[in-house]
């Protein structure tokens, strides 16, 4: 439509903003506000001045197992939060749903897996995975210490539930931290997150 | 004979695949996995297909090649004898599997892979073979378990030509259906705008049928938004696909996936699938009938609100207001009906837009290479223009009187005197809009006239109505004139103000004459319009009819021959003085800008160097503008100098034959054009939308091949 280029331009001197509220990359991340699995209160905006990462869990899945069974997330885990990065473990799996656990046997399965991130959220009813448009799990996503969504989507590149594959992947989480983490600039970013669905009300 | 039977049974056990299904947490699988062949027998050197079926539960779902959202796809190793190849997967179409707000292709029910095993030619005959695979995929049902099995398959040797399996026939020409169509009879076409891909669909001649609807599946992960709905609609005689991509989505080279529809792609009952590899373009012109026809509504409905824009440019806007004065003194007077001098000065708007557009379409089918905004090309058309203006702008301010009243351009309306007065107004209101068309509407008008004529006439008649509409409707509609005030002295100051608006226009047209021209002949110009405004202010001073005679006629004729003198020495030397200015552009915008020219460009292009074009003019405001806001960016200068662009600028501000032919390349024949070439001389340019950011060109560069 060549035509009307040049003329919508003029009847339309004002341009349309679409602002959309959920997660946009490179855009602010949207702040949240749940409870722990030790009741405690967290909220994006605690964390202001860290990296923080976001990691969508559901321990019935095989594509989570994959890394947890290898130690792959346990050791980013402890890896970041020891440089300084805020790592928050999140479930949006509806109660009755896969993955959906009580405080009490999240902190055992926490243990039993020797999973360590700051702390593991419970998002009952969705509406946090809703606002990042968390489609799988995992499902991981950046944020840098001003707010903005550096990265979204999946952990690494090779697609599957094989374990012996976390080491030949390209982990597209610690290969961004360790950038950013070094003072590197990084263009935000997305790619397509791999595993099970969230298992969403 | 018993024994014949059991070796016989082993053999069709062999045949069916034997399945050791089992998910990898050790319970039960709630698929099974088999293998079959299509022939009794392999012969050597000659391909032949094999099935790996998959049964699913009920409830439960494998994944297709893309799995969307989530999931994974079905994937099969395979361990063959030495010599054996396999193709790859003839993935059955997938269906979608919403849950929640996210999207999944796969499949429920049974299914059937089917690949290609190719035998090598000197395979020894006398003993079977044994065809293995792993068959690995993720079974999903609200949770998701892995599973995997090891199929495998004794076939004999022999060397005469197979049979096929009586038991699996069905099998495997059933299972073919359900393959997209790979067919070269419908024509696709995509191309990429706004976040989507639109893909053009052209079934062939035959199909009678229609396609109700249709949904693209793509090949590759990452591309599309899956839970995103596509827009399908009808675009002429085919089909158009609007497909949302993932923000930020890097769009490969080929687009290939499928498209499916219920419809069937050859018919009703047949293929619901069908093979699409493109590779999309960024700007692509449909044919077809249909689509031509809602274009041209839109091009309609567009000339006519940029024929009503118009009435606000400066060069317009004072003969509209000076024409409605002339309604609202008339309306007081209620002595004519004002609707007719509506219509006629509609009429004589449109005689001179079709006079004007017939001019440029008779030109150009003689062969010259014309576009619109030629008229500012010409340094005569420019001082004639400004000449004209200025003269205009005088009147405004006072310094004298057309005639004895403002009879030509507005004023009264009384008689035959009047009518003809109206059709003169809308042939001046044109003439005077010229100045402004070029800049604001130069590539809408460049698009009406590649159009068929006729096209071009109902655009260009309805850019006239639009113009004329807010007369006609003031003059048609006599109340709405209670809503101006009665006339008096705040008519007299607005006609002087109109008068600056004038002459702001001729001070743009002598900015683009000193860009062609250079800077001596706008001071000759300068002088002349001195000159005419002395004429103007003698002719007014005592040229009007309260002097007596003799003094008129005195002051008239001096008045005509300082403006003859004045003007005819100026058009006389206008090839003297026209310097063309060497570098037209001294733009520092920290691009390497060099001039275009045709066989450079070539050059750059055939070593496979990345070159950008930009076809500008000085009269093209849009074109000032995109260089402003889009070369100016720091990030665009850079990426320039990082990847060694070469940067050409076109300058049309003055006509020039070669720039003509490169923008009628690309089907153009206006300004701006920019065209970026991406370093690989086997692939198409790319052409940049008219209007340009520094976003789009970093997202236009971001493709070329280092």
């Known amino acids: 439509m060549k035509v009307n280029l040049s003329l919508i331009i003029l009847v339309i001197t004002t341009g349309f903003i679409i602002a959309g509220s959920t997660a946009q990359i490179g855009e602010k991340a949207p702040d949240f506000n749940l409870t722990d699995s030790n009741g405690k209160q967290h909220s994006l905006s605690d964390y202001k001045g860290k990296y923080v990462v976001l990691e969508w869990v559901n321990f019935g899945c095989p594509f989570v197992q994959k890394h947890y069974n290898s130690k792959n997330m346990q050791t980013l885990q402890k890896e970041y939060r020891d440089k300084g990065v805020v790592w928050l473990s999140i479930s949006s799996s509806a109660s009755g749903k896969q993955g959906y656990l009580s405080a009490a046997e999240i902190n055992e399965t926490l243990k039993e897996k020797s999973s360590q991130p700051n702390a593991y959220l419970i998002d009952e009813d969705g509406t946090v995975g809703k606002l990042y448009d968390a489609k799988a799990t995992p499902h991981m996503y950046i944020i840098d210490p001003d707010g903005n969504l550096i990265y979204n989507g999946a952990i690494d590149n090779i697609r599957s539930t094989n374990v012996e594959d976390v080491a030949k992947a390209h982990n597209y989480v610690s290969k961004t931290l360790d950038a950013l983490l070094t003072g590197e600039k990084v263009e935000p970013f997305s790619t397509e997150a791999y595993g099970c669905s969230v298992k969403y009300k | ?706």
């Not at chain 2, 085919?238 to 498209?259: F, Q």
């Not at chain 2, 205009?392 to 309306?413: C, D, H, K, N, W």
């Not at chain 2, 995109?626 to 070369?631: D, S």
């Not at chain 2, 390349?665 to 008219?690: A, Q, T």
């Open chain 2, 1 to 706: 004979m018993r024994i014949r039977f059991i070796r016989f049974f082993l053999f069709l056990c062999l045949l069916t695949g034997i399945t050791y299904a089992q998910n990898l947490f050790g319970g039960k699988s709630r698929v099974e996995a088999g293998l079959i062949a299509e022939e009794i027998s392999v012969q050597p050197g000659k391909a032949f297909w094999l099935a790996i079926s998959l049964q699913m539960e009920e409830g439960w779902h494998t994944y297709w090649r893309n799995p969307g959202d989530s999931g994974l796809e079905t994937k099969i190793q395979w361990e063959l004898p030495d010599g054996f190849t396999a193709g790859k997967i003839q993935w059955p179409a997938p269906e979608i599997i919403r849950e929640e707000h996210l999207v999944t292709y796969g499949y429920h029910g049974m299914i059937y892979l089917l690949v290609q095993l190719t035998p090598p030619a000197e395979l020894q005959t006398n003993q079977p073979v044994l065809v293995k695979a792993r068959v690995s995929w993720l079974e999903c049902a609200d949770i998701c378990v892995p599973g995997e099995t090891n199929v495998s398959l004794s076939l004999p040797v022999k060397a005469e030509t197979p049979e096929l399996h009586p038991a699996y026939m069905e099998t495997f020409a059933t299972a073919r259906t359900k393959l997209p169509l790979v067919s070269e009879e419908w024509q696709f076409q995509a191309s990429i705008e706004n976040n989507t891909i639109i893909i053009y669909a052209q079934p062939p001649d035959w199909m009678k049928s229609e396609i109700e609807k249709a949904v693209f599946f793509p090949y590759t992960t990452g591309l599309i938004k899956y839970a995103e709905e596509q827009e399908f609609s009808l675009s002429g005689n085919g089909y158009r696909l609007v497909v949302p991509l993932k923000e930020k989505a890097v769009t490969p080279d080929t687009l290939a996936g499928i498209l499916f529809s219920e419809s069937g792609w050859r018919g009703p009952e047949s293929e619901k699938a069908i093979e699409v590899v493109i590779e999309p373009k960024e700007n692509i012109v449909i044919t077809g009938s249909g689509d031509a026809l809602t274009s041209i509504w839109m091009a309609i409905l567009f000339s006519f609100l940029g024929g009503i824009i118009l009435n606000l440019m400066p060069c317009v806007l004072p003969v509209l207001s000076i024409k409605i004065m002339g309604i609202i003194n008339q309306a007081h007077d209620n002595s004519a009906r004002p609707w007719q001098h509506g219509w006629i000065f509609t009429l004589g708007v449109l005689v001179s837009f079709w006079v004007l557009a017939g001019i440029l379409l008779i030109l150009k089918a003689g062969g010259a290479h014309l576009g619109w905004g030629f008229q500012l090309q010409s340094p005569v058309f420019l001082i004639l223009l400004s000449v004209f203006m200025f003269l205009f702008a005088l009147s405004m301010f006072g310094v004298f009187e057309i005639g004895t009243s403002l009879t030509t351009v507005g004023g009264r309306t009384n008689g035959k005197h009047g009518f003809w007065g109206s059709f003169i107004s809308g042939i001046t209101a044109t003439i005077v809009a010229t100045p402004c068309t070029a800049p604001f509407m130069g590539s809408a008008l460049g698009f009406a006239l590649i159009q068929p004529v006729w096209i071009s006439m109902i655009i260009f008649t309805f850019l006239g109505l639009g113009m004329a509409a807010p007369f006609v409707l003031i003059s048609s509609i006599p109340a709405l004139l209670k809503f101006i005030p009665k006339p008096g002295r705040w008519m007299e100051s607005l006609k002087q103000f109109m008068g600056f608006l004038l002459a702001a226009t001729v001070v743009w047209l002598l900015w683009v004459l000193g860009i062609q021209s250079g800077a001596t002949l706008v001071t000759i110009v300068l002088f002349n319009l001195l000159f005419t405004a002395l004429a103007a202010w003698i002719y007014g001073r005592w040229g009007h009819l309260a002097m007596p005679k003799k003094n008129r006629i005195t002051a008239v004729s001096l008045a005509l021959v300082i403006l003859a003198l004045s003007n005819g020495l100026t058009y006389a030397n206008i090839d003297n003085f026209n310097q063309a200015p060497k570098d037209m552009h001294p733009q520092d915008d920290g691009i390497q800008w060099k001039t275009f020219t045709q066989q450079e460009v070539d050059l750059l292009v055939k070593d496979g160097k990345p070159v950008f074009i930009d076809c500008t003019a000085a009269w093209c405001l849009s074109c000032q503008v995109n260089e402003e806001v889009a070369f100016s960016s720091s990030e665009v200068q850079q990426a320039f100098k990082d990847l060694n662009i070469h940067a050409f600028k076109a300058d049309w501000t003055s006509q020039d034959e070669s720039i003509t032919k490169a923008l009628a390349r690309f089907n153009r024949n206006s300004v701006p054009l920019y065209v970026l070439y991406k370093g690989n001389p086997d692939k198409e340019p790319v052409i940049l939308p008219e209007l340009i950011t520094p976003g789009i060109i970093m997202d236009a560069l971001k493709s070329i091949e280092r």
